[in-house]
């Protein structure tokens, strides 16, 4: 468990199953996370499943959750870890509106950035944000991510095109 002021991240348990379906198929999540069908349960427990060995299944998804209720209020993913080159994508939800703007996300990250590189000892992380997202632009660049790329038109959600910007933050000097 990686423990901070005001919330915490644990690993994905199987009882956590029936929330994350339902944080999944929440279609106003769907924009930011590139889903297109439905996921259903057995899919969920799959993936509950596969994320056991971070070095095999190149991702590990946290659970975030409040300190002083122990309330699950969303998911950090790493997904794409590379320990060879020693990089890592991130990718944040905070599920509900009411625990958004509450500096969680950003203690959240602030607490993977730490064990990518003292623990995983990775050098670098990335994070894709749709242009139009600027909550999480502030987000990321408040951290001291660094936007490193544009694709044009690259994502399409419900009929209108989205550029995506590519964030990176430098983990270690070399």
Same mark, same amino acid.
């Given at each position: 468990?990686?423990?901070? +002021? ?5 690993? &994905? ?18 924009? =930011? ?15 509950? +499943?596969?994320?056991? +060995? ?10 975030? !959750?409040?300190? @002083? ?10 997904? +794409?870890?590379?320990? @060879?080159?020693?990089?890592? !994508?991130? #990718? ?9 703007? @509450? ?8 607490? &993977?950035?730490? %064990? !990518? ?9 990335? !994070? ?15 951290? #001291?991510?660094?936007? =490193? ?17 590519? %964030? ?7």
């Amino acid at each position: 468990m990686l423990k901070g +002021d005001n919330c915490f991240l644990r690993v &994905v348990e199987k009882e956590d199953a029936l929330m994350l379906f339902q944080w999944e198929n929440n279609v106003d999540n769907w924009k =930011v996370s590139n889903t297109e069908i439905p996921f259903s349960m057995h899919s969920i427990n799959l993936l509950i +499943d596969q994320q056991s +060995d971070l070095r095999t299944s190149g991702q590990l998804r946290f659970i975030i !959750c409040q300190n @002083k209720t122990d309330d699950p209020i969303g998911t950090l993913d790493l997904y +794409d870890v590379n320990f @060879k080159h020693g990089h890592a !994508c991130l #990718g944040i939800l905070i599920a509900s509106d009411k625990n958004k703007r @509450k500096g969680l996300a950003s203690e959240s990250i602030q607490l &993977v950035i730490a %064990y !990518c590189r003292d623990i995983l000892d990775l050098t670098n992380l990335q !994070c894709f944000i749709h242009h139009d997202n600027q909550a999480s632009i502030a987000l990321f660049e408040h951290l #001291g991510f660094k936007r =490193v790329g544009e694709k044009i038109n690259w994502l399409v959600f419900k009929g209108k095109r989205f550029n995506e910007l590519t %964030y990176q933050l430098c983990l270690k000097e070399l």
